[in-house]
DNA sequence: TATGACACTTGATCCATGTCATTGAATGGG
DNA sequence: CCCATTCAATGACATGGATCAAGTGTCATA
């Protein structure tokens, strides 16, 4: 089952509505009723397409809304004035991205495609318009606000508590979920993003990130092969973040 | 000058409203006008003092709505398995938190007193009613969400590409900038928080942050004396800085 | 003043990761 | 198809901080 509208041409896409969208139930338009869906749908901005390796927008550039990925990947980051990156968050089909630029009307991080990407974008204007007559919009984007926020506490659990081991094995777990929560496989997909990136994710160096892989190979834990990953098993997968997940 | 109110009788803090809050212009009330301001007075929960470690929340318990710090200060943190904490953020005067609940209506993180704290309640159903006819309020909601998300992208940046150097310059300086916009000193301060959880905050060793405070002190950028922070030489400190900050 | 609990400091040691250098594998352009 | 370029893997080595183990200061209580 093809999900993702990556082949259809772009004419075809521009007609796409939230409606349509096999992504709808897992974007902003979660929770709408039809009625609501459709009024939110007039304002939508509809997707382009990107090569790998784009902008989307910087540091400073004007803040016009959500960004919601379509097919593709995104990363967003901040930099060091070195040059490092610390990459805040990778955004897959039907994950939104854009929110730093809620303080200021300005954005706060880079946003960079990592893949040939399409996206919508939802005029944070119209939105907001929008959400004086639409309650159930309001409690969509807050559920949407906290989420990101609590998904940034996760990350800085990660960086500040856990091992590169946990690391890795953490995020391999977080990509898992994702691409099964899109209804595909949660064991065998390709990684979006390079060495580079997952190790800027991280906070640890590309060679680590080289050698975690080739120990979690030799534990038999999962198949390596580039950016194609075969998780082996799970269970041993969640074994090694058993003590990093936070008490509830 | 005494700015907050720690000393005042239960009784009278009863009647402090956000117009004769000397915070206000700090915390949420900021922007709104007399009126509308009067009008979200009406449903905020007065503040009750409370102990030094206190536990306010922790996770699982009823999201209620936003907090708004008076006098103190609080901290933030998820745990991992085995008792280590990731501190998330420090709250002091005119500082809102909370916003972990929004996701799910359940707090997800502890919140613990720092110190004799007290704090307002701001109700989030009220909050979000009044939103449909306070567009100020919507705005002011919304850059609230902003500026914690973006908190949180400085601290990723710091857990992830900062030496533990730049981390605790990194802390120094932002204590400092928020108690100068309190009205008091920026270069002679009290801590409020244990070394155990600045070194919680920056993911790093609490022997760590001992030696690095030394380390401050025979450059003759600070003198510490316990929780007493005097910075001597802020240039110094902004320069150990000056490759951490995201361009712009 | 004595006593205990706790927070902080300090020193010695060790190791998980970073850094640097090299090689090999994949990819893209002409 | 070849060459140039980027990306990933691997080995050798270095080191920033963690860990462990005392020691010291501070505060509360009796």
Redesign the pocket.
Known sequence: MQKNMNHIPLSKQLKISCESCSLSDLCLPRGLSLKEMEELDDHIERPRNFD??CQIYQPGDKFIGFYAVRSGGVKTYLTKKTGEQQILGFHLPGEVFGLDGLENSKQRCYATTLDNTSYCILPYEKLDALCETMPELRHQICHLLGHEMNCDHSHLLLLGQ??????LATFLLSISSRFKRRGFSATSFM?P???????GY?????????????SFQEKDIVK????QVDILDMGKLNEMVANCEETD
Do not use: C, P, W, Y
Not at 193 to 199: E, K, P, T, V
């Open positions: 790998q390796n856990q091992t590169a081991h946990e690391r990684l993003m390079s060495r580079h990136d997952i190790a991280l906070g640890i160096a590309v060679e680590t990130v080289s050698r975690l892989f080739k390596i092969n580039r950016k």
